[in-house]
């Protein structure tokens, strides 16, 4: 029967690998010849690592069986220890096939197939097959003492061993070998998954066996999927069984060097604190100064070196790549090499295991689907092998991963029709959208056929689920694609999540965190008053903020609090998320600290507004804010493809793409006046001021059989007084925002002029014209609409157009 | 009445406005007297707040609104902290009684005069002296809150 579900070396206790079986040993039908060297990673340091590991490893394995083999004699007939057994052997043969040990894969295959036949029937284990099992084991030893002496398998013959081995399995049970190419799809071992769910009396020994056999003819699904839809268990106990998998792997290896230091360091924390204690009983207080100081040294250098327990180098993750390349290259018809720069970087632990998913899935679609066949590319003057290059490096404080190759690149035609086949655009808004904004459009949710965002690993899966699984631990991924040329995924990641720096700030009763990464400035505000109003857009409150509007967000009102008192100063904390800037109003600013992450409990994990939690200096509890979250939820940012098209709008009115300036001028009351760029105008209308009517707290007038929303351009943009006088016309020029018509009004339409002269501000962006020898202030019309978003598509509802 | 309790159960008691509920003992970890209780803003009804449980954040539920009990109002709530899938969990409740030692044969199932969905929620009842204890199954609740509260947010705008 084939085991052919066990990942490559998963003994190791603190990597998780997701690869497809070992299809490799299909190409070693015969068990020997060294038809595998050509998969030897061409970085001999790396191999020397790896062979190290190996060799612990396997004798940690080794003991373990011969354990078992043991406790098997009394039991004969235990399939659980029988299965453990296997497990271990089974990753043994496929790291020496991966390594190049034929004589260990070959012995171990045939331990194996001794096993099976006890397993598959009703044999016991007999005296006779435990003495050549355990030889077997000392065999095995020493080709691991030589192997580690000299670098070889040595020169003992193994061929009478496994004669001996042969004769002792039972002659009724032809041998079988993992002949069969397994699907690509699931990573849960069938001594695994299935084992620990019978175990658990949460499934039938023959369920499992015909779910396997499904497997076996094709079906894509994971082991515990095809028994949930079939109904044979539960699916808790599913994510149970994965549960008990998974705590197998959540130790670390961890340098005993680093450890004594950090012993050191934590008996010095000791001292110092007595030293403290000692200080404040004596009545001593003046005299904490310097211990404080030393205090904050200790933890600061204790602070670091723990962090450091945690980093892990970024080639833990990337060693399983060269064998997963090279089985899919196998699989695909295709000739590919891999190339990895800079696998030392170091990254967090935690990190490191969101990332295994992701960059395998990259891996797997690049191999798939962006590199050609060796016949396409020699067609196309390209060296038959294809590259796939992985680098890391230290930027800026993230880690930087690029995951490139040479290949065909992104089909953006292709991309353009799918992605209106699915659903996720119009066919005109996709017209609309340059290449690399398509592009972009292969992390829309829905793009690929099956995406379920907590199953990575299982189903086939969009890279939505890759992009949502990397923004997960405060990163981003970015595409640049050439056709003909090939593909390049940038991912960008944050050193670490644990200890961040963040700003405590308060709110009603309570402080909370805000993370520094996404702060941009500390405004102080005000008071509210008379002579310094709220400004507001469209009824949404703004700030004029270094020449822009920002959309505001008062915290208070966002949880209910009661509004402060009038006259109260309060302070704007500005924030980013996700390119976009806008303002929270706080209460108090109190301090910048680096903080420790705490996770929020069970029932808080769906809340939108925070991200976790975390322990001031005197023992109180701040919620961290998460800025995504709460930017989302008040509705100030949108999402990133929407965002595009409006980026689109605006490049399409950058001075630098449009050779005329054609600009109309508006008269404001009180004899202001403002120019618009006319290309950004759809329709310049008259209506009535008294057609103006209230929804949502908007201004509106219906207009064409909808409702049209106005700005009043005087107050929105400071320049001038409203243009809404009763009993009067305005003029509206109908804008586009985000596919809706806004009207932007003014009290009167003056003129249209072509090329004046212009003033420019220093980044270059127009500032006015020279209009009728006056000075004429230039207004993004698509900045002011942006400002008042909030007001414009309120939160839940869609916009009425 | 066997087969609602296991053994002879200890139970650990508290109040929570006039009712007499308990848990199993074992499932308690401690009991907090006074604990700073940090709001959540716009969280699920039931969610009491946060506290800091010696240096871990542990959530502090509203038992009684899970089982649609009112609470006295007291100031200073006692918070009986159990293990609840993984992580601590804190039940905000009146007053602390004794932990009682029951005897399963004694136990009865809970109360026909409260609806199903009530009843669901209990393991038993045991009759003292002058009250009904009512004995709670905790991971049940916990389980089930957010379907009990529906997930209507606190504190809307």
């Known amino acids: 029967m084939s085991e052919r579900a066990q990942p490559v070396a998963c003994d190791l206790p603190h990597l998780i690998i997701v690869t497809p079986r070992p299809k490799l040993l299909a190409s070693n039908r015969a068990g020997t010849g060294p038809a595998t060297k050509e998969c030897r990673v061409d970085e001999s340091d790396g191999m020397e690592e790896i062979v190290a590991e190996f060799l612990v490893e396997s004798r940690e394995g080794l003991d373990r069986i011969e354990g078992h083999l043991v406790t098997l004699e009394d039991a004969p007939h235990d399939l659980h220890i029988i299965s453990e057994i296997f497990r271990v052997l089974h990753t043994l043969k496929g790291t020496c096939s991966y390594l190049g040990l034929p004589k260990l894969e070959s012995v171990a295959h045939r331990a194996e197939t001794v096993l099976s036949t006890i397993r598959d029937s009703d044999h016991e284990m007999t005296t006779e097959m435990a003495d050549v099992l355990l030889a077997t084991m000392d065999t095995i030893r020493l080709i691991l003492e030589s192997l580690e002496r000299s670098g070889t398998e040595g020169e003992s013959d193994v061929g009478a061993f496994i004669e001996e081995l042969e004769r002792v399995t039972l002659a009724t049970k032809p041998q079988r070998r993992s002949t069969d190419l397994p699907p690509i799809a699931a990573p849960e071992a069938r001594g695994r998954l299935g084992d620990l769910l019978v175990s658990a009396g949460a499934a039938e020994r023959s369920d499992i066996e015909r779910a396997l056999a499904k497997q076996k003819a094709g079906d894509g699904r994971t082991l515990g999927d095809i028994l949930v839809d079939e109904g044979k268990t539960r699916q808790e106990s599913v994510n149970e069984a994965i549960g008990k998998q998974r705590s197998e792997e959540s130790s670390i290896r961890v340098d005993v060097s680093l450890l004594d230091s950090l012993m050191n360091m934590v008996g010095e924390l000791v001292l110092c604190r007595n030293q403290i204690q000692r200080q404040l009983s004596d009545g001593n207080a003046s005299n904490l100064q310097a211990p404080a100081q030393r205090l904050n040294s200790i933890t600061t250098e204790l602070q670091n070196a723990v962090m450091k327990t945690r980093l892990q180098p970024i080639g833990r993750v990337w060693n399983k790549l060269p064998r997963l390349v090279r089985d899919l290259s196998r699989q695909c018809g295709k000739n590919v090499r891999i190339e990895m720069h800079g696998a030392e970087t170091e990254v967090d632990r935690t990190i490191l295991e969101a990332l295994k998913d992701p960059l395998t899935h990259m891996v797997r679609n690049t191999i798939g689907h962006g590199i050609e066949t060796g016949p396409e590319r020699m067609a196309l003057g390209k060296e038959p092998e294809g590259l796939l290059r992985l680098t890391a490096s230290h930027q800026g404080g993230k880690v930087q991963i690029d995951v490139s190759d040479d290949g065909a690149g992104m089909d953006v035609d292709k991309i353009r029709t799918t992605a209106v086949e699915r659903g996720i655009v119009t066919k005109d808004e996709v017209d609309e959208l340059t290449d690399n904004e398509v592009v972009h459009l292969i992390f829309a949710p829905g793009f690929s056929t099956a995406s379920s965002v907590n199953n990575l690993s299982g189903r086939g899966v969009g890279m939505d689920v890759v992009r949502i699984n990397i923004e997960r631990i405060g990163g981003e991924v970015d595409i640049t694609t050439g056709r003909g040329q090939g593909t390049t995924f940038t991912i960008r990641i944050p050193l670490t999540l644990a200890i961040i720096p963040a700003l405590i700030v308060c709110c009603g009763p309570n402080r909370y965190a805000i993370p520094q990464v996404s702060l941009l400035e500390l405004v102080h505000l005000e008071p509210v008053s008379a002579e310094n109003p709220t400004e507001e857009v469209c009824g949404a409150p703004v700030y004029r903020h270094r020449g822009h509007l920002l959309p505001i967000v008062d915290l208070r009102l966002e949880f209910g609090l009661p509004p402060t008192a009038e006259g109260a100063a309060r302070q704007l904390a500005v924030l980013v998320c996700d390119g976009r800037e806008f303002g929270l109003v706080i209460d108090v600013v109190e301090s910048t600290e680096e903080i420790v992450v705490k996770p929020l409990g069970r029932s808080l994990k769906d809340n939108q507004l925070f991200s976790g939690a975390t322990i001031l200096g005197d023992g109180s509890v701040a919620l961290i ?24 709008k605006a490049a399409s009115v950058d001075p630098e793409l449009t050779e005329d300036l054609t ?6 009351g009180d004899g202001a006046r403002i120019a618009l760029r006319l290309s950004g105008v759809d329709r310049l209308e008259e209506l009535p001021v008294g057609s103006i009517e209230q929804s949502r707290q908007r201004d509106v007038v219906q207009y064409r059989g909808g409702v049209l929303p106005i700005i009043d351009l005087g107050p929105a943009t400071g320049l001038g007084a409203s243009a809404l006088v009763s009993g009067q016309t305005m003029s509206v020029a109908v804008h586009t925002y985000e596919g ?26 127009i500032e006015s014209a020279i209009i009728d020898g006056q000075v004429t202030d230039l207004i993004d019309a698509f900045q002011i609409m942006e400002a008042s978003r909030p007001m414009l598509v309120p939160v839940g509802a869609g916009l009425i157009s | 009445m066997t087969g609602l309790l296991p053994a002879i159960s200890q139970v650990c008691t508290f109040r929570i406005g006039s009712a007499y509920l308990g848990i199993e003992v074992l499932d308690v970890q401690e009991v907090l007297f006074r604990a700073d209780v940090t709001w959540v803003p716009r969280a699920e009804r039931g969610i009491y707040g946060l506290i800091n449980l010696r240096g871990q954040i542990a959530t502090a539920i509203d038992i009684g609104m899970c089982l649609g009990l009112s609470r006295s109002g007291a100031a200073d709530p006692v918070h009986v902290v159990i293990r609840h899938g993984g992580e601590s969990v804190s039940l905000v409740v009146d007053k602390i009684g004794d932990v009682l030692t029951l005897d399963p044969e004694l136990v009865d199932p809970p109360p026909v005069t409260l609806d199903e969905s009530k009843r669901a929620l209990l393991r038993g009842a045991y009759q003292l002296d002058d009250d009904l204890l009512l004995i709670v199954d905790i991971r049940r609740v916990l389980s089930v809150r957010s379907e009990l509260l529906g997930t209507g947010c606190h504190g809307a705008r």
């Open chain 1, 625 to 648: 804010i998460d800025v995504v979250g709460l930017a989302v939820a008040t509705n100030v940012v949108r999402t990133s493809l929407a965002r595009s098209e409006s980026r689109l």
């Open chain 1, 740 to 765: 809706r018509s806004i009207g932007l009004a003014a009290a009167r339409f003056l003129d249209i002029v072509a090329n004046p002269s212009v003033v420019r501000a220093t980044d270059g962006t």
């Open chain 1, 663 to 668: 600009l109309i001028v508006l008269g404001l």
